[in-house]
DNA sequence: ACCCGCAGGTATATCGATTAACCAACGTCG
DNA sequence: CGACGTTGGTTAATCGATATACCTGCGGGT
């Protein structure tokens, strides 16, 4: 019963390859239309409803579908309508020894929960940059593969929306604030408004030195952040105690967390763009030996749920990527044709207040 | 140019729908086969590189087609050969509440870098649970969609192997020991060998209350890991403090660590069966005001990038995620009949000591 | 009695590529 | 000189479902 364990290196056995000829295959539409004793036209009108069909005929040709196991083929469905029931994400990820950001997680959370249900599948794909990202919407394309794509981390001169309106795409671009046009933006409203609510959070707990820890500056939601974060400080008469643009790598969260740490002036508190880099920080701060939050504050962004579990539990801005992505995929099904409820995304993003925030130290 | 907002509620605006129409849509291979001179069968040969054609005409063939920008039709070739070049991935999540385990995207890491250079996609599903994932197997394979499937968490006895033989999809069932048959198991060998370490490194450190925190025990290397721990302790002439099994939720990490440490005789060291409830653990642990790993060590699973930034550091056994993955979607493709190098996965899980661990307290 | 309209289906072309079968030149050899 | 193998293609059937155009009764109006 042992099967030999095929070593030879190089090339792969032509052995144990799937018998895809085995058995009676899977069932056409002409079985259907047989077993109902009706024409195959007879039961494509009777599965999509169009047509005009007696009920008592529909009835028969379901169940006889029903009966065989029969549901229609998706390629051939695909070639004759031009529609794949496909989305894509292309997630970027900036090298390949770094996993993904549990962001995607939840974003894909929310994706599936509305394309499922209407049959739809989701293609995820994984590129080094966004090069690449363009060359593989453009084979996407090509192929026919795919209805639409989400776009993900809008850039602020972002070459996406023209590429996918030049390929006749529908998609969705997360992060923009801008709603209509070609490829509409899908977000919360407001985005400076988490980070308004987290600096006048660190304001009434008496901080005074608050740095922020930017995100690379060629997303849209870093200027707008930023932007949020100088401004709220601004109306208190304060300026940032420093402000730092990074990558978005792990690694960067670290260093300059170090680096700010280590100024002559040291903040209270810190302000991520992210839970993960947040999250980073915080370790890089305890391993400082400070305390968080009685020596110095921490705020994430995007209040992923590994936050509720660390400790000290991470205070962040919730930006709901859930019910976010959730709106992302009814948008993008409505461009589609399909016809879905419209997606109203109301509400802004909240600070989530944990236990990473605190008063500020005394004394500098 | 402003386009009007659409806010009616209820369905979505039959307005902005994406014009498919528009353009003089995509070349298909006749349009190849004109700007050639040849028939679309060459064109069809040369790009398969089948049949027998002059050098010279599929010189003039690719260049034509790179001059259109076309690409084969997936859905078209996925018609007439019955393939479809997808792979599907679903992934059991028990809550909707819960974000994917971050290990998922490790594994995901780890298919993309096989599948995407081979022309492969991802077909990526959430499901609540195993009777889902079994229907949406089905429904998948009866609209031809996928070519073959990625099974994760093998479970001890696991009705997804023999439904996938019966409708004749190749798969691999990641955690399970078994090597060959219909559907191959693919992993790191030696299952215990990590959890053995674990608790060598524990010993060595003077721990002597040891307990372990199980996963479901449904799973498959749930019992594999428990029966090593506690073969690994009886060859040291100890028992386990205590052995609790979960369902791999955060909620039941800090439920059960609560619980263990409050146990009369509070054992000295916590093992985890992944990273993600080691992290809720070590959390869990330090907001009962205990140090770790001064008064108690921590060791996970899965070894993600995560756990190198907290504080402390998560002492974890690796056990490759990326790497197995990539060996699972190899071995899946020569199943697909694809023609891949096959893939030897060497090696086994080994620990990766940081800071979570640390000599066993002084006195109990 | 005749024509019309309509309900309820059916026959067939089509989507874009693949592939088995076939065919036209062109030496080549007995 | 004619049968024949080769080379380098082409023709046409096919994959499974959809949609347009087309039938075929049948009841009703005149």
């Known amino acids: 019963m042992k099967v030999r364990r095929e070593d030879r290196p190089g090339e792969s056995a032509p052995g144990p390859v799937e018998e895809r000829s085995a058995g009676p295959g899977r069932p ?3 079985a259907v239309a ?3 004793g009706v024409s195959t036209a007879t039961v494509s009108q009777a599965v999509n409803g169009t047509g005009r069909i007696s009920e008592a005929t529909r009835r028969r040709v379901l ?3 029903a009966e065989l196991g029969w549901s229609p083929s998706a390629p051939a469905t695909a070639l004759r309508r031009a529609r794949t029931r496909t989305i894509a994400l292309v997630v970027r990820r ?3 020894v770094l996993g993904v950001d549990p962001h995607f997680s939840e974003l894909i959370t929310g994706l599936e929960g509305e394309l499922a249900p209407r049959g739809y599948g989701l293609l995820l794909h994984l590129v080094p940059g966004l090069a690449e990202e363009s060359a593989l919407y453009e084979r ?3 192929e026919g593969r795919i209805d639409g794509a989400v776009l993900t981390e809008a850039r602020s001169d972002d070459p996406r929306p023209a590429l996918l309106q030049r390929l006749g795409l529908p998609a969705v671009l997360l992060g923009s604030p801008e709603r209509g046009g070609p490829v509409p933006g ?3 409203g407001q985005q400076g408004a988490g980070v308004r609510e987290a600096v006048a959070h660190l304001l009434a707990l008496g901080h005074r030195r608050i740095a922020y820890v930017a995100g690379p500056a060629e997303l849209v939601h870093t200027g707008a952040r930023r932007t949020a974060f100088e401004q709220a400080l601004a109306e208190a008469g304060l300026r940032p105690a420093a402000v730092r643009h990074t990558d978005f790598t792990e690694e960067a969260a670290v260093t300059v967390t170090e680096e700010l740490l280590a100024l002559p ?3 209270t508190a810190l302000v991520f763009p992210n839970d ?3 999250v980073c920080g915080m370790g890089a701060a305890q391993r400082a030996g400070l305390r968080v939050p009685a020596d110095v504050s921490v705020v994430g962004y995007d209040n992923l749920p590994l936050g509720r579990w660390l400790h000290p539990r991470l205070s962040s801005v919730d930006q709901q990527v859930q019910r976010v992505g959730a709106a992302a995929a009814l948008t993008l099904l409505a461009r589609c044709g399909e016809h879905v409820p419209t997606a109203l995304l109301e509400g802004r993003p909240r600070l989530v207040v944990r236990e990473s925030t605190g008063p500020a130290p005394a004394a500098s």
């Open 265 to 267: 002036d040291r903040p």
């Open 186 to 188: 899908v977000g919360l």
């Open 276 to 278: 993960s880099m947040a």
């Open 34 to 36: 047989a077993a109902a």
């Open 140 to 142: 996407l394309v090509a």
């Open 63 to 65: 169940a006889a579908a």
């Open 94 to 96: 900036p090298t390949d």
């Open 28 to 30: 056409t539409i002409k």
